[in-house]
Each structure stands twice: as C-alpha cells, then as structure tokens.
C-alpha cells in the first residue's frame, strides 16, 4: 500500500462493509474476494474490505466522490471532524451532522485540501503534478566529443556501440531505402525483444547526417506516452555518440507544453504523441496553427512506431497532415505486428498499401528471408525459447463459448472477465502456479496480465495474504509509483508484478522468468505484444528460455511464432 493511503487506512480499518465496496466499486471485486476465501480457506472470515476499497482508488481517493461523501458523513470520528472543521474555518457550533453535510456539499477541491491536511498526507500523490522531465518539451543535444572506447575510465553503453548482425541487415536495408529517391515508405518487422527501435533509430542516424543535415525535421509518431519516452531516451542517448552536430529534440506529448522556439529551426526532431496531435490539428489558436504549419513544412522524415494501428482515422490524418507538404518526404512504418485485424480483410491489404508493399524482413547471414523470424532468433539467442502451458478453465458462463477469442462478441468479452474475475477456482490456480513457480526459484520474476484492472487488485490481495511479494500497475497508478515498482521489478526486489492492459508496450525486463496471461486475448496483436514481453534472449540481456503460462477459457489458445508471423502473407514484395 502506498503510505499516502496509510494514514487513511488506518482512520478507516474495520468500519468498511462489503456493503460499502459494493456502492464504490461495484460488487465483482468484493464477491471474488469473499468468494475466493470461502472456497481456498473454507473459511467464512471477512476480508480486509479497507485494503481492497483504497488499493482500488488509489490517488484518486480523496477526490472520488463517493468515497469522499460517504467518509466525511459516517466515517470520521468526533475529534477528525473537529479538525476539519479547524481546516476549513467553519463554525464549531453547529450539531455534527448539519456540519457534515456542510462540508461534505463544498467543492471537490476544497475537500480534497482540506483531507489532505487533516491525514497529514503529501498532496503531489492525490493531485498529479507535471514531473521536470515531463515539463522539459525541448533539449538541445550535443554529441560527445571523439574520445578513446577502450578508456576504462569512460563508462559507454555498449548497446549504443553495436548492432547485433541481424539488426544491421535490417539497418542497411532501411537506409538503402531512405536514400533511394524512388522509395517513400516502407514498414520495418522485427518481432518484440529484437531491438527494432534501436535498429530504426541507427537508421534515422544515418540519414539525419546525410540528407537532412543542414535543413529538416524528422517526426517520430507513437499513441502511447511510454512509446514516445522510450523513443525520444534512445535516440537522444544514440546521437551523443552518433551524431555529427548539436540539435534540437522537441516532446509533444504527455504534459510536455508546446515550445514555439521550434518557429525558428531548421533543424530538429520531435516525438510525437497521436491525440496530443490531433487536439493541435483541432485548434483554432493562431500560435498552434503557426506551430503544425512549421512541422509540416519542415518534415523530411516521418516514423510511426506501433504502424498497424496507422489506419485509424485520428493516426491517418495527422500522418497525411505532417507528410503532404513536402513531396520527398520519407515515412517510415516500425511494428513487430503488421497487420490491423486477425483475418484476411481489405483493412489488412490497405495498410500495406499505405506503405507501398515494401516490408523490411528478418534475413540470415546469406540474405534468405526467414518465414519464422521468431524461432530464427531464438536459435541465435537473441529470443528466448518459451516454455508454453495451457491451463485450461472450464468456467461457468451463462452461455457456453465455442467461438475463437477474435469471434467474441463485446457482451462475451464483459461476461468472460467479470467471471474470470469473481471464478475462485480460477484465482485458486493462479496462486497455485505463482506458488509452484517461486517453489522452483525464489528469485522468480513473474509478470501477470489480470482479466481486469479489479483483478489486479484481488490478485495483489490474495498474494500478499499467502506471503507473495507482488505489486500491480494501473492506468491510475500515479507516474512516480509506476516508476518505483518498474524500477524494483527489474531489480529483482519482488516476485510478482500484475497489470491489466498498462504494460502491453513500452515495458522492458530482460530478467522476466514468467508471464501468465490470465486475460481474455481476442486480438492477434494485443496477444503477440503480450507474449513480447517475454521474448527476450541472452543476448539482449534476457534468459535463454522463459515459461508462458495461458489461462484458457473456454476459448482458443495462443502460439507466439503464429502470431508474429501471421500478418506477412498480407504483404506484396519483401525486401
């Protein structure tokens, strides 16, 4: 628990009923819990209803106003009231519910201020501020100087000095086709784990110092913040050792603000976030429209990471608005997943239309193309070779499922996690593998994708019940947070680590042993991008195999070379 919620936590601890969850959050999370304990203890013993209640909110529980009503008219004592009542200048002389009311009828803010002194709390954890790296939106980055690599003194990232030969391949191909004025797309596929942003980045190097040396700007895309701070992180560490001249690097995404000194550049690059886009191309403020106009005009290169999600409307437009202005404008497609549906649909042949059919493959030493890249780089040791259980649920639906997860229809889907969710027999056997698997090595480090965000929870709280060392990451998880439990998770200081949909992409530990999908996975590429997580071999600092361990639902299992090589049929030449 964070220890922002402990002080309320304790003013709280045994005056929640099931009742109360129940208004909050709505009764699944609170009858899974109830009915996980009857059938794993037998045991009719009430739950900690506090934990889960303030687990479930998080930072936002002193702004939820359910939670917020209901503890300033029944769950603060006399003496908390009175301090309230302190904090707020009200009258004292009032009889105590007329008082609640009163306070509990003020603004939102003004209640959550004033709870946030009376809890002697910090208040940056229940009302979000813009962190410094997120309020930086420019930096000029300067290459180091030359200086001697073999120098024990000087501490170099050594992935900033090489690219694996697989990866030059893939590199050299990409820049051949950059400098080719015939060509003006072409995706990149490179499964997850194999470095395909670090060996796009080398690339984009190599043309920043030649074509577009004095004049132009290159746009990186991505619909994720996670995306664009791993892209902007790897780029700007690259050309400090890469690059040939200082240049501008520009956020525009996140909280970063718009930073109109790019007015007066010739040169630079900006990473972009989609909506972030979008909301600009939907401003009518002259300083905006100055502000897209130049990125218009000045892009020579344009990237899109995750490009099998190019074809929704909102990504389409603010890729044909940055490269319709400059006809020698290069675009570049970057996925480990390049299709949109999981059949063979005209959606699928117009993506890669989009990109000109030109599709840049995994090739061996001697140029042939490899039909399976993953078991390819699983044999170089740059994947990990995967160990695959089906664990196999028969859980009670209303209506038996015989369809693949991809025909599941939206009811199916809500119907299949909320029984996922409350099913004890389910919970029982995630535990009972977490168990098996910490059995076999203590240091495991397991990586679980809950049926849902209040799975996460339920899971964490049954967990650390048995003794399991775990955390779990929401969408809601405040960034600091989300930060320290990533940073610990990779250095090994708990075992467990849950999430729903939040660590999808963006997300990296070489030194993740386990991954259970316990989640309804109806998608293609959501299921490939899930089990990427887990692909990383021994020589991108992962292990030599990891175990993928899937809970299927009465519905169709996943296989990772399948879902990673599906797409290519939908391709006309590769190159």
Not at 161 to 173: A, F, G, N, S
Not at 272 to 287: E, R
Not at 353 to 358: A, K, R, S
Not at 511 to 526: E, F, G, K, P
Request: aromatic share 8%.
């Amino acid at each position: 628990m964070n220890k922002n919620l402990e002080p309320i936590y304790t003013k709280i601890n045994g005056k929640i009923s099931q009742q109360i969850v129940k208004t909050i959050l709505g009764d699944t999370a609170s009858s899974a819990l109830v009915l996980f304990e009857r059938e794993y203890y037998r045991s009719e013993n009430v739950f900690d209803e506090a934990r889960l209640l303030l687990e479930s909110l998080q930072n936002t529980a002193l702004s939820n106003q359910l939670f917020v009503e209901i503890l300033i008219m029944d769950l603060l004592d006399i003496v908390d009231l009175k301090d309230l009542i302190s904090i707020l200048n009200l009258q004292d002389n009032l009889p105590n519910f007329e008082t609640r009311r009163i306070i509990s009828k003020m603004s939102k803010a003004k209640k959550t201020n004033a709870l946030v002194k009376l809890f002697k709390v910090d208040a940056n954890y229940f009302v979000e501020r813009k962190s410094v790296s997120d309020a930086i939106s420019h930096e000029i980055v300067t290459p180091y100087s030359p200086i001697n690599i073999n120098d024990p003194q000087i501490d170099i990232p050594k992935e900033y000095l090489i690219l694996h030969d697989y990866q030059k391949r893939v590199k050299d191909t990409s820049t051949k086709m950059l400098l080719d004025s015939n060509i003006k797309k072409f995706m990149m596929h490179m499964p997850t784990g194999s470095g395909k942003t670090k060996t796009c980045v080398e690339s984009i190097i190599d043309y920043m110092r030649t074509v577009i040396s004095s004049d132009g700007y290159v746009v990186w895309f991505a619909h994720s913040k996670e995306l664009c701070d791993q892209a902007y992180e790897t780029l700007k560490n690259m050309w400090r050792f890469r690059g040939d001249e200082a240049i501008s690097f520009y956020k525009v995404f996140g909280d970063a603000d718009i930073d109109l000194n790019l007015l007066s550049q010739e040169r630079a690059v900006l990473f972009i976030g989609f909506q972030k886009f979008n909301s600009l191309l939907a401003s009518t403020d002259q300083n905006i429209l100055r502000f897209r106009t130049r990125i218009a005009s000045k892009s020579k290169l344009i990237v899109v990471d995750e490009a099998h999600k190019s074809m929704a409307p909102t990504y389409k437009n603010a890729i044909n608005y940055c490269q319709s202005n400059f006809i020698n404008c290069k675009l570049i497609g970057l996925t480990a997943t390049p299709g949109r549906t999981n059949e063979d649909s005209e959606e699928n042949n117009f993506l890669a239309n989009f990109f000109d059919n030109n599709l840049i493959v995994i090739k061996d030493v001697d140029g042939v193309e490899q039909s399976n890249p993953v078991a390819y780089l699983q044999g170089e040791n740059v994947l990990a070779n995967i160990n695959e259980t089906i664990i196999e649920i028969d859980m009670n639906l209303k209506s038996k499922l015989l369809v693949s997860a991809e025909e599941l229809s939206v009811k199916q889907l809500e119907e299949i996690s909320k029984e996922a969710v409350i099913n004890p027999l389910r919970n029982i056997k995630i535990l009972e593998t977490v168990k098996e698997r910490i059995s076999i090595n203590d240091n495991e480090s397991i990586l679980i994708f809950a049926a849902s965000t209040e799975h996460c929870i339920i899971l964490d709280i049954i967990f650390k019940r048995e003794k399991i060392s775990s955390e779990y990451i929401l969408g809601t998880t405040s960034k600091e947070d989300r930060e320290r439990i990533i940073r610990e998770f990779k250095e090994k200081k708990f075992n467990v680590l849950i999430n729903y949909s939040v660590l999808t992409t963006g997300f990296d530990a070489p030194q993740l042993n386990t991954l259970i999908i316990a989640r309804t996975v109806n998608s293609n590429i959501l299921g490939s991008q899930i089990i990427g997580r887990a692909l990383r071999g021994k020589r991108n600092g992962g292990n030599a195999e990891n175990n993928i361990i899937v809970f299927k639902d009465n519905i169709s299992g996943l296989d990772p070379s399948f879902l990673f090589s599906y797409w290519e049929s939908f391709w006309g030449k590769k190159i």
